[in-house]
């Protein structure tokens, strides 16, 4: 029932900086934990970041923490994630999630809807 959409993703130089975006379609996205997450080919989908409801609390995987920034708009139903002094090895498809239910932020299976990713490639 909740339609998430990314946007933003595109092709940088190793160093350079992207802006991703995820709206929802959905008039109770303020009661949602937010995460964004990523998958390169051939691997395991990862955690990158999550935010909380109101956005007091942010959690971010070690590989990231420092480069990138989540935030989030209840009033637009939007989420952000900045990524800064991007690497090669942030190069995936990347996905905005929500959680329905209390949950463990870093885990993929506590999210209930995603969206369709979009394509971050970093260039060395």
């Known amino acids: 029932q909740v339609q998430l959409v990314e946007s933003g993703g595109g092709l940088v130089q190793a160093g350079g900086s992207l802006r991703l975006s995820c709206a929802a379609t959905?008039?109770?996205?303020?009661?949602?934990?937010m995460g964004w997450f990523r998958q390169a080919p051939g691997k395991e989908r990862e955690f990158v970041a999550a935010i909380s409801t109101s956005g007091g609390s942010t959690l971010y995987a070690d590989s990231v923490k420092g480069r990138f920034t989540i935030f989030r708009d209840n009033a637009k139903n939007t989420m952000w994630l900045l990524m800064n002094s991007l690497k090669p090895e942030d190069t995936a498809v990347y996905s905005c999630a929500a959680m329905i239910y209390s949950g463990t932020f870093s885990d993929k299976r506590a999210y209930d809807y995603w969206g369709q990713g979009t394509q971050v490639t970093v260039s060395s």
């Open positions: 959905e008039r109770t996205f303020s009661s949602y934990t």
